[in-house]
């Protein structure tokens, strides 16, 4: 048997993954933007000696999640800015899309967080384009799937390329000739592209890391061939173990076709642990969150997933309208596609019927585990040892509560069984997530950079 340690990460999200949530805070009404807040769920995640708290964004504009919770309020790369001066070892996951802004300014972004925080950074890319991202950036239309990973492949090339454009022996710091910067051994680029075109070096010297971790988040074949070249570690989405099987022996089988090693591409699926110490205890704190939820709403929400009209979901117990849902499956935006593929195929796989559905984190996406720290530990270790994932990026019901629980009665399991670390091996996030680090060969074969 393996004896892979996990790897974590935390997604943050104001308030909770769960989304009544923000119902049980006393203050309510600042969730979204509170640092306190914050700042106390990165001291719990490092307290667990999680690898990293990962900020998953909307790339532009009010989404209509903020209608009824908390919603992703903040600039994820300012709040991790900040986050680095409250923590000493954790990762810190900034997402941005690559349909948006210009490759530099995320360049430069991610960078300086890289050097802020002494090795910590790592870029997510997203590739999504939601109409209020669309408006706020004025964009008339989106691009459609070829298109937006063709973007996406030049903006990461010219992100890779700026980040190795000013390498540590440019910095010579010579007084007695007055050199501090070498020009000779910048590596300049001149990138015309389709999309994007850059030129010069980066303001920003080498960082700790050598290069920032890249982490991917993305579900369809483009994605994973895109991912499996580019990042360090892909946040997926799958909620049955068959299906992340094969999700991962791909994306492992791709990442060696591009000549990786395929255990530098790290599968991190995201996982919702709702736990108490016993499983009826845990089915009930469950329950007394979901009460708490306005089911009509959320009927129109699963309804929107599904592409079905919401008449179809109204009786609770009925099976569900499998059938219905995949004649529209065009229907539905691409940055909810995964959602929807992932929660139909448990669905169907477990039987439920329109409640169990209904309840199982269609906002949110990803798998629900409900039971005792013990099963919980017992279920993460069957998912690495065959095979499923290299570790998991976990949504937490109530932050930071939740998140102490994790630290206080997950971790040690993990600990005794010799699959956790028992403190911050590392220096950096790249030491911590057991990737090495980046060396500044031009790994990607940035044709038009001299
Ligand atoms: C696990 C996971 C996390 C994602 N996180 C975000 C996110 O934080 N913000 C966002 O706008 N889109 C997010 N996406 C959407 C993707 O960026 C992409 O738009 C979507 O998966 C559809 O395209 P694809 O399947 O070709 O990747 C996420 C997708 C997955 C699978």
Known sequence: MSR?????????????????????FEEKRHLSTDI???????????????????????????????????????????LVANLAAHTEHIGLVCTTTTLFG????????????DHVSRGRAAWNIITSQNPPALDAYGAEKGWDQAERYKRAE????IVTAFWDSLPEEALVADPDNTVYLDPSRLRRLDYKGTHFSARGASS?????????VIFQAGQSS???????????????????????????????TLAKSFGRDPDHLLVMPGLFPILASTEEEAKRHKRSLDDRLDSVA??????????????????????????ESEANEALVPIASRWHRAEMLKEARQNGWNIRELLFSNITGGHRVFVGTPDGFAEDMLHWIDTKGADGFNLNIDVQPTGLDLIADEVIPVLQKLGRYRRAYNGRTLRDNLGLPRFDAKPRHGLAAAV
């Open 222 to 252: 483009d994605s994973r061939a895109f991912g499996a070249r580019y990042a360090d570690a892909l946040f997926t989405g799958q909620r049955i173990i068959e299906g992340a099987r094969a999700f991962y022996s791909e994306v492992k």
């Open 154 to 157: 030049e903006f990461v090339q």
């Open 4 to 24: 892979q340690h996990i790897r974590l990460g935390v997604n943050v999200l104001a308030s909770g993954r769960h989304d009544a949530a923000w119902k049980t």
């Open 102 to 113: 210009h490759p530099y300014t995320i360049a430069r972004q991610i960078a300086s967080i």
């Open 298 to 323: 959320l009927r129109e929400e699963l309804a929107r997933h599904m592409a079905v009209d919401v008449s179809l979901l109204s009786d609770l117990d009925a099976p569900i309208p499998f059938a």
């Open 36 to 78: 306190d807040h914050f700042i106390a769920i990165a001291k719990s995640a490092e307290r667990g000696l999680v690898d990293a708290i990962f900020l998953a964004d909307n790339p532009g504009g009010l989404v209509s999640e903020a209608y009824t919770r908390p919603w992703r309020a903040l600039d994820p790369a300012v």
């Open 204 to 212: 920003v010297p080498e960082t700790p890391q050598g290069r920032p």
